[in-house]
């Protein structure tokens, strides 16, 4: 699956959060009002070509929605990014994780649990 530039992946949260939407709700959705239509319709003309987006027209109105589930785009990205920064093991993302005290007892606590759970159901 191919990545996602900052912009791309900027207007794919709006499309993925609004399910169905304009290029004017995108950009309203993005908050800068002077933001040039032109702009945004390229970055969703591209996010059409790699297959993210589909769209359905209505004249010349064109409504677009994803192809690609968030939930599968955040996957494969995770899954690339630990293979980058942790030599594919999500173990060493966690062990990294708690050496910064980005997880507390509390947290790992709850990982266990989720970890007794899936030992159990299998």
């Known amino acids: 699956m ?5 912009a791309e992946e900027q207007v794919m949260q709006i499309i993925w959060q609004k399910e169905r939407c304009l290029v004017r709700d995108i950009i309203e959705a993005l908050g800068d009002p002077d933001m040039p239509h032109s702009t945004v319709s390229s970055v969703v003309r591209i996010l059409e070509k ?4 589909g769209h359905k027209a209505y004249g010349k109105t064109h409504e677009y929605f994803p192809l690609v589930a968030k ?40 990982l266990m649990k989720q970890l007794e759970n899936l030992k159990k159901s299998k």
Request: glycine letters at 8%; hydrophobic letters at 30%.
């Open 2 to 6: 191919q990545t996602l530039t900052k």
């Open 50 to 53: 790699k297959g993210f987006v």
């Open 71 to 110: 939930e599968t785009y955040t996957k494969n990205g995770l899954r690339q990014w630990i293979g980058n920064y942790f030599d594919g093991s999500p173990r060493q993302l966690v062990s990294f994780l708690v050496e910064e005290n980005q997880l507390n007892l509390k947290d790992l606590d709850q």
